[in-house]
């Protein structure tokens, strides 16, 4: 039974090195799918948004801020807990002026586009979490 305990511990430890690599992977990949989410939702806003500026189709509009809620919602989940959930109030505030104000949102379309190609292209930029807030604080000045 002496000998045999190394082995018996050593196959333990294997199958639990192999569930906690598989578990980790899989968390990983969640992420990074998450990411992908929140980046493809980005850019399809700034296409509807950009159609309905340059075309004035309400449906490119609307396309748009359905888009936006992707991006939103799966920014969400992918701050929830950390330091950066903070950024996503910006982000909830802006798509209630979207949705619920058109109007002053549709006057700001371009500020709007802007902030959306930002966080395409790298959600963790800087630049693009000022410009959420300065865009949310600009359309909460309009509406006061």
Same mark, same amino acid.
């Given at each position: 039974?002496?000998?045999?305990?190394?082995?018996?511990? @050593?196959v333990?430890?294997f199958i639990?090195t192999v569930?906690? $690599? =598989?578990?980790w992977?899989?968390?990983?990949?969640?992420?990074? *799918?998450?990411?992908n989410?929140c980046?493809?939702?980005?850019a @399809?806003a700034v296409?509807?948004f950009s159609e309905f500026?340059? $075309? =004035?189709?309400e449906?490119?509009?609307?396309?748009g801020v359905s *888009?936006f809620?992707v991006?939103?919602q799966?920014y969400?989940?992918l701050v929830?807990g950390?330091n950066d959930v903070?950024?996503?109030t910006?982000?909830?505030d802006?798509?209630?002026?979207?949705l619920?104000?058109?109007?002053?949102?549709?006057?700001n379309?371009?500020e709007?586009?802007?902030?959306m190609?930002?966080?395409?292209?790298?959600?963790?930029?800087?630049?693009?979490i000022?410009q959420?807030?300065?865009?949310r604080?600009n359309?909460?000045?309009?509406m006061?």
């Amino acid at each position: 039974m002496k000998k045999k305990l190394p082995i018996i511990l @050593s196959v333990c430890l294997f199958i639990t090195t192999v569930v906690f $690599f =598989g578990l980790w992977q899989r968390e990983k990949q969640a992420q990074e *799918d998450l990411i992908n989410l929140c980046r493809a939702s980005a850019a @399809s806003a700034v296409t509807s948004f950009s159609e309905f500026k340059e $075309f =004035g189709h309400e449906s490119s509009y609307w396309a748009g801020v359905s *888009d936006f809620r992707v991006f939103q919602q799966a920014y969400y989940f992918l701050v929830e807990g950390t330091n950066d959930v903070a950024n996503y109030t910006f982000c909830n505030d802006v798509y209630g002026h979207l949705l619920l104000s058109p109007m002053i949102s549709q006057n700001n379309i371009d500020e709007v586009i802007s902030v959306m190609k930002v966080v395409a292209n790298d959600l963790t930029d800087p630049n693009g979490i000022r410009q959420m807030a300065d865009l949310r604080n600009n359309m909460q000045e309009q509406m006061d």
